[in-house]
């Protein structure tokens, strides 16, 4: 069964040093988010992207995220300049559609961001 | 504001017997709600969707219903086994639809199933 993988499975990084989580979608889904969860707390949307845009983010994607879909497989998100705060498990997830049956949302396994 | 509730917070039962979370919504109006199942450092995975005119939907052991009316929602495990340990996760999708992708999650409701 086609699943989403995402790499790295845990990123370590020091505090102001720009991290890039990857993600590879189900091959036939089109729409792409990204998705965090702090230790202990609930999901939190980020930021949804369709047809290589944007097509909405919560107020937590500030400028210093941003989202890319390089090439026809990778969808990675890129986080400039980390902070403490941002130590989270990143989930990646993909769609084949938005709205009714179809809009079921694959979720990745996860990276561990841990900033130190 | 939090728009899913869920209770309880945790959940220790024996192996093989039933348990029931809850979720209340506040979501309105909503595409659909589902339940989720996420083990310990796994992303969620679905187990049940309901669309706001659908009042239960299965899957194995795992039963949902659905109150649209008094925005309520529960999980119905049965015979519950070792492997049913996880975090259960009610999610709902929002409508209008610049609203499709972002969904609500609630915090989850943590089942102990233990020998």
């Known amino acids: 069964e086609p699943e989403v993988t995402q790499t790295p499975s845990h990123q370590v990084t020091q505090m102001g040093q720009e991290v890039i989580l990857r993600c590879v979608p189900i091959?036939?889904?089109?729409?792409f988010y990204w998705y965090r969860q702090i230790l202990g707390q609930k999901v939190e949307f980020l930021v949804s992207?369709?047809?290589?845009?944007?097509?909405?983010k919560s107020e937590i994607f500030d400028d210093q995220f941003s989202v890319e879909r390089p090439d026809g497989s990778n969808f990675t998100l890129k986080i400039r300049s980390t902070k403490l705060e941002d130590s989270a498990m990143y989930f990646c997830?993909?769609?084949?559609?938005?709205?009714?049956?179809?809009?079921?949302?694959?979720f990745g396994p996860g990276t561990r961001l841990t900033v130190l | 504001k939090n728009q899913v509730e869920q209770s309880p917070q945790s959940l220790i039962i024996l192996e093989g017997k039933n348990c029931t979370l809850q979720?209340?919504?506040?979501?309105?109006?909503?595409?659909?709600l589902r339940w989720y199942k996420q083990d310990t450092g796994r992303g969620p995975v679905s187990l049940t969707i309901?669309?706001?005119?659908?009042n239960t939907k299965s899957n194995g052991r795992y039963t949902a219903t659905l109150d649209a009316d008094t925005k309520q929602s529960s999980l119905h495990i049965t015979a519950s086994q070792l492997s049913d340990s996880a975090s259960y996760i009610c999610?709902?999708?929002?409508?209008?639809?610049?609203?499709?992708?972002?969904?609500?999650f609630g915090a989850g409701t943590q089942v102990v199933v233990t020998p």
């Open positions: 997830a993909s769609s084949e559609a938005q709205g009714g049956l179809r809009d079921t949302q694959y």
């Open positions: 091959s036939n889904h089109l729409y």
């Open positions: 992207f369709y047809n290589n845009e944007i097509s909405e």
């Open positions: 979720c209340n919504y506040t979501v309105s109006p909503f595409s659909n």
């Open positions: 309901m669309t706001f005119s659908e």
């Open positions: 999610v709902v999708t929002p409508r209008p639809t610049d609203s499709w992708g972002k969904l609500q």
